[in-house]
């Protein structure tokens, strides 16, 4: 059964953990009990609220399981991420592979990411009727390690085709951005679970390097992800949806467990993510050559929230 990401948005909350299950109370009022979650189905739990509190039982429980527990800001955007320290049999074997990763591998493995990430935004563009040639041209023009940064010149083509050519991608912004800042929260938390499920350090990436930043491996994986994201906040703009509410937040977590089409058959984002990791641990073992990643050129399914 696929976990459910679990998030805190009013303000006012106690969390605790009572017979193995996740209880809500409001602490204002009559501070009645708001609702119970078992623990064995929670994936991530996200606060993004003021006021709440919580238990310390809370946050061994979601180490236990595997869950991250991620803190948002005022924009939406994650900034502190609680996980375990370990998450696999294997995880030291891992680990060493992982450091031990030669700079040439890691090239290669960024430019599959950074191919498959153009290649999926071009298919958004398609999904929309919108001319995707101006990307799909760019995903052969990708090299070893991207040092020409052709990710950020199709990024440039990109939401100006998706969003119109006003639209400019800022993390402190309002409506569409607003909107990629939560979708990406959840995304995000969804990576970062996968990561330590399969055994691997969040830290140590393959391309980002920012000496500040915890989770530089699930910044890496999570890119050719990012588009599926894109794609549900075109749909939910569409519908004159342009900010932060509980609907948009409810259809923005449900993409999470939408199927995306692999080789394997239909896979829900979780799971992909989750083989999405699991292959990069094998690549580092030397046990296959590529990671597994979303197909190339499938038509979006998103049926439930379309």
């Known amino acids: 059964m696929l976990g459910r990401i679990v998030e805190i948005a009013d303000n006012n909350r106690h969390l605790s953990v009572y017979r193995g299950f996740l209880v809500v109370k409001a602490t204002d009022g009559d501070k009645k009990e708001l609702g119970r979650i078992p623990c064995d189905d929670i994936c991530a739990l996200i606060v993004n609220a003021y006021g ?3 238990t310390n039982n809370v946050l061994i429980m979601l180490a236990e399981k595997g869950a991250p527990f991620v803190l948002c800001a005022n924009n939406h955007n ?4 609680l996980w375990p320290i370990g998450g696999n049999f294997e995880v030291s074997k891992r680990i060493d592979a992982q450091i031990n990763a030669k700079l ?9 990411l950074i191919k498959n990430k153009i290649a999926q935004q071009a298919n958004v563009l398609r999904a929309i009727e919108v001319p995707d ?4 041209a760019l995903v052969s023009k990708v090299r070893s390690g991207d040092p020409d940064n052709v990710e950020a010149q199709a990024a440039r083509r990109y939401w100006t085709l998706l ?4 639209f400019r991608r800022d993390r402190r912004g309002e409506g569409a951005n607003a909107l990629l800042n939560y979708g990406y929260t959840i995304l995000r938390a969804t990576v970062a679970r996968a990561v330590i499920a399969a055994g691997l350090h969040p830290s140590i990436g393959i391309h980002h390097s920012n000496a500040s930043n915890p989770m530089r491996l699930v910044d890496d994986l999570i890119e050719p992800f990012r588009p599926y994201v894109d794609y549900q906040v075109y749909q939910l703009l569409q519908e004159g949806v342009n900010d932060v509410n509980p609907d948009s937040k409810r259809q923005l977590a449900r993409l999470m467990y ?4 692999t080789e394997a058959g239909m896979v829900p984002i979780t799971v992909c993510a989750q083989k999405l990791a699991v292959s990069l641990a094998q690549v580092y073992l030397g046990e296959r050559e590529k990671l597994e990643l979303p197909l190339i050129g499938a038509p979006i399914i ?3 929230i379309m």
């Open 133 to 136: 040639k101006p990307l799909s």
């Open 52 to 54: 709440v509190s919580y």
């Open 302 to 304: 998103l049926g439930a």
């Open 78 to 81: 994650a900034i502190g991420m």
């Open 258 to 261: 939408e199927d995306l089409v």
């Open 163 to 166: 969003f119109g050519k006003d």
């Open 104 to 112: 040439p591998l890691k090239k290669r493995l960024w430019a599959e």
